[in-house]
Nanobody
Framework: QVQVVESGGGLVQAGDSLRLSCAAS????????MGWFRQAPGSEREIVAA????????YYTDSVKGRFTISRDDAKNTVYLRMNSLKPEDTAVYYC?????????????????????WGQGTQVTVSS
C-alpha cells in the first residue's frame, strides 16, 4: 500500500508556471503507475496527465498538451507535474493518484477508477 501527498499548489497569474509534487511512501514506488487529476467546483474529476512505471510512456489531456509535463523520480519516490502558461481554466484542486502494477508495463491509465490510492489534493488558482 502507498500513501501519496501533493504539494506545490498556489495562487498565480495567467501565464505563470507552477510545479506540483507528489511524494509517495513505501519502498515500491517504482511499481506504481501514477496520474494527476483535477476537479473544479461543480465538475467531475478529470485526468490531466499520467505516466507508466519506468516513466517511458505518458498521457496528457488535450487541454494541457504542450503546457504541462509529467515526470517521475523513483529514487525520490516522487512524481511531478510541471505546469507552464497557466490559464484561468486550469483552476482546480489537483490530485495525485497511484496504481500498483505487478509486472512491468508501458500502460498508463486515464480513468479515476483505475487508481486505488489518492492524495488529499492541492489547490491551484489562476487569476486572469
Amino acid at each position: 500500500q502507498v500513501q501519496v501527498v501533493e504539494s506545490g499548489g498556489g495562487l498565480v497569474q495567467a501565464g505563470d508556471s507552477l510545479r506540483l509534487s507528489c511524494a509517495a511512501s513505501g519502498h515500491t514506488f517504482s511499481s506504481y503507475a501514477m496520474g494527476w487529476f483535477r476537479q473544479a467546483p461543480g465538475s467531475e474529476r478529470e485526468i490531466v496527465a499520467a505516466i507508466n512505471t519506468g516513466g517511458t510512456s505518458t498521457y496528457y489531456t488535450d487541454s494541457v498538451k504542450g503546457r504541462f509535463t509529467i515526470s517521475r523520480d523513483d529514487a525520490k519516490n516522487t512524481v511531478y507535474l510541471r505546469m507552464n502558461s497557466l490559464k484561468p481554466e486550469d483552476t482546480a484542486v489537483y490530485y495525485c493518484a497511484a496504481r500498483r502494477e505487478y509486472v512491468f508495463s508501458n500502460d498508463y491509465y486515464s480513468s479515476p477508477n483505475d487508481y486505488a490510492y489518492w492524495g488529499q489534493g492541492t489547490q491551484v488558482t489562476v487569476s486572469s
